[in-house]
């Protein structure tokens, strides 16, 4: 069973530039959920998608977007890059059994933006 | 911002000791998780305990939950050197605070298992 795959695995950006990552679920999860990891903020909810629909979001600016396909499949997008956005962006699926979330993460997207 | 806050925030020991690791919370919960992170890596998830438990065991993992002094604990029990990673704990708030798949991780604690 193939796990949660992200991509790019890295990516370096400049200010003011847009980014796309991607993220395929385990097969048959349809919860699929982002967080950004950074030394200084540890680890941060980003938003939660369950069948295209965006459920939950975390406290972050607009710049921050995502989106999910019928496939479960998921794309998040950061627009106007700033430095603080360098980060590890971790994606993760859920089969969403008896009320317990418990997350399958991906390795991640490390984001450096200069 | 963080709900959970892990203590120490870095454990260093030998091969074959135990290490423990503790995590505070601060808002009601449906159950609480521990992942593991090897360096820049996703995530692994180690175990989870319910909110009505108070102690499940997993290999050489041993979680306790206290609800009422709202903090957990993990204890890893004959430790290798493969176990050096970082702990975190995540709280799973209630689905009536919109908490759909939004785990709240702790800070973390740095273990480093030395041979």
């Known amino acids: 069973k193939a796990g949660v795959t992200q991509t790019p695995r890295y990516l370096i950006k400049t200010r003011g530039q847009q980014v796309t990552l991607s993220c395929s679920p385990i097969?048959?999860?349809?919860?699929v959920s982002w967080y950004q990891q950074t030394p200084g903020q540890g680890l941060q909810f980003l938003f939660e998608?369950?069948?295209?629909?965006?459920?939950n979001k975390g406290n972050f600016p607009g710049r921050f977007s995502g989106r999910q396909f019928s496939n479960s499949r998921s794309e998040m997008n950061v627009s106007t890059l700033e430095l603080g956005d360098s980060a590890l962006y971790l994606c993760?699926?859920?089969?969403?059994?008896?009320?317990?979330?418990?997350?399958?993460f991906g390795a991640g997207s490390r984001l450096t933006v200069l | 911002s963080q709900q959970g806050e892990e203590d120490p925030q870095a454990l260093s020991i030998q091969e074959g000791e135990n290490a423990t690791m503790n995590c505070s919370y601060k808002?009601?919960?449906?159950?609480l998780q521990w992942y593991r992170q090897n360096s820049g890596r996703g995530l692994v998830h180690l175990i989870l305990?319910?909110?009505?438990?108070r102690e499940k065991h997993s290999g050489r993992l041993r979680v306790t939950l206290d609800t009422s002094k709202k903090s957990s604990s993990l204890l890893i029990t004959a430790s290798r050197a493969a176990d050096t990673a970082s702990y975190f704990c995540?709280?799973?708030?209630?689905?009536?605070?919109?908490?759909?798949?939004?785990?709240?991780f702790g800070a973390g604690t740095r273990l480093a298992v030395h041979p």
């Open positions: 993760a699926s859920s089969l969403e059994s008896s009320g317990a979330n418990v997350l399958t």
């Open positions: 097969s048959g999860h349809r919860s």
């Open positions: 998608y369950f069948s295209e629909t965006q459920r």
């Open positions: 808002t009601s919960i449906n159950n």
């Open positions: 305990i319910r909110s009505n438990e």
């Open positions: 995540a709280t799973d708030p209630p689905m009536f605070s919109g908490g759909y798949n939004k785990l709240i």
